[in-house]
């Protein structure tokens, strides 16, 4: 079972890779987090990484796609995987493609979570973060006890830049203008199934099982 999610920044596509990895017993392979331990533990990729990270440059596809590379033949990945975070253009599902074919495999399923604007900008300018002890609150799923008080410390909450409204509406923009054409890209490869991914957690979670056809 070799799954790709794929959906814009808040609509609980990580969450829900890490939850249903464990289930199927498949790594979840979010190149994202990896990126980031790979430059934590200064490995020879983790510092090609950084030269470009450092800089303020994107990470080159091809960085990107022998990490994944190298994930995916490990042995805990010989039952298949779940891709999160990753391709987000064309060109990087091309190389995909081509990286998984050199090894004699290929994506079997493209899920895509779909989820409406306002949600998603709901859900992104909610968070807030503890100055003092850095705790995620969320001002409608986990809000705290007193309005712009750290439950836990006492500490000040606020809203990170990245999570201001104007800049959230920019992310989804540049998500949208990005990854649409791998919504067409997929489904022309007879790949693509949509989920909703709005509602309980657990009911999206129950969709995507459906999706893929494994059981309850
Ligand atoms: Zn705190």
């Given at each position: 079972m070799r799954v790709l999610f794929l959906g814009p920044p808040g609509a609980g596509k990580g969450t829900q890779a890490r939850e249903l990895a464990r289930e199927w017993g498949v790594?979840?392979?979010?190149t994202g987090d990896m990126l980031r331990e790979q430059m934590a533990a200064g490995t020879a990729l983790g510092r090609e990484a950084k030269q470009f990270y450092d800089r303020g440059e994107l990470v080159p596809d091809d960085v990107i796609l022998r990490m994944v590379d190298d994930r995916v033949r490990q042995p805990d990945a010989a039952n298949g995987f779940l891709l999160d975070?990753?391709?987000?253009t064309i060109a990087q599902a091309d190389g995909l493609a081509a990286m998984l074919q050199r090894s004699g495999q290929k994506l079997d399923m493209v899920v895509y979570f779909d989820v409406s604007e306002p949600e998603l900008v709901r859900r992104l300018t909610g968070r807030r973060l503890c100055r003092k002890c850095q705790t995620p609150y969320h001002l409608v799923s986990a809000p705290p006890k007193?309005?712009?008080?750290?439950?836990?410390?006492?500490g000040e909450l606020y809203q990170r830049d990245d999570d201001a409204e104007a800049t959230v509406r920019n992310r989804l923009a540049v998500y949208e203008r990005q990854t649409s054409p791998l919504l067409d890209y997929y489904r022309q490869r007879g790949l693509l199934r949509s989920v909703s991914g709005e509602g309980p957690v657990d009911n999206v979670r129950q969709s995507l099982r459906d999706a893929v056809g494994m059981p309850r």
């Amino acid at each position: 079972m070799r799954v790709l999610f794929l959906g814009p920044p808040g609509a609980g596509k990580g969450t829900q890779a890490r939850e249903l990895a464990r289930e199927w017993g498949v790594p979840q392979v979010a190149t994202g987090d990896m990126l980031r331990e790979q430059m934590a533990a200064g490995t020879a990729l983790g510092r090609e990484a950084k030269q470009f990270y450092d800089r303020g440059e994107l990470v080159p596809d091809d960085v990107i796609l022998r990490m994944v590379d190298d994930r995916v033949r490990q042995p805990d990945a010989a039952n298949g995987f779940l891709l999160d975070g990753f391709p987000r253009t064309i060109a990087q599902a091309d190389g995909l493609a081509a990286m998984l074919q050199r090894s004699g495999q290929k994506l079997d399923m493209v899920v895509y979570f779909d989820v409406s604007e306002p949600e998603l900008v709901r859900r992104l300018t909610g968070r807030r973060l503890c100055r003092k002890c850095q705790t995620p609150y969320h001002l409608v799923s986990a809000p705290p006890k007193r309005d712009g008080v750290c439950d836990k410390c006492g500490g000040e909450l606020y809203q990170r830049d990245d999570d201001a409204e104007a800049t959230v509406r920019n992310r989804l923009a540049v998500y949208e203008r990005q990854t649409s054409p791998l919504l067409d890209y997929y489904r022309q490869r007879g790949l693509l199934r949509s989920v909703s991914g709005e509602g309980p957690v657990d009911n999206v979670r129950q969709s995507l099982r459906d999706a893929v056809g494994m059981p309850r």
